[in-house]
């Protein structure tokens, strides 16, 4: 999972492992997800499109294609269409709009 706000992650977090699945790790910037995508192989990335560092959660997206075919469901307070086609070159499982909540997940992951 990658978001920078420690509460939504905490939310978010809680929410996946309802549903039972594991959260193997948490990051707060692009280039720490595309290091943990190399490393981990996940079955699926949650993804903050506005995060700290150096580029955004599509930017890291679009890296982490580049050897994987990871799922990948974004969350963001943005709805813009630049954004939301962004985020659709990416191969995306889904886009949630923040606060995203445990339904959501449900229907995008089952």
Known sequence: MVEDDL????INKK???QLGHNVILVVRNGLDA?????NLNPDVILMDVR???EIDGIEAMEEIRKF?????IYISGDSDPE???RAENTKM???????????DLKDLLA
């Open 68 to 72: 994987s075919d990871v799922d990948v």
């Open 51 to 53: 995060i700290s560092g």
């Open 7 to 10: 509460f939504i992650s905490m």
């Open 93 to 103: 499982l889904g886009f949630r709009i923040k606060p995203i909540f445990i339904d």
């Open 83 to 85: 954004t939301l086609l």
């Open 15 to 17: 929410c996946l492992e």
């Open 34 to 38: 595309i290091e943990a995508a190399k």
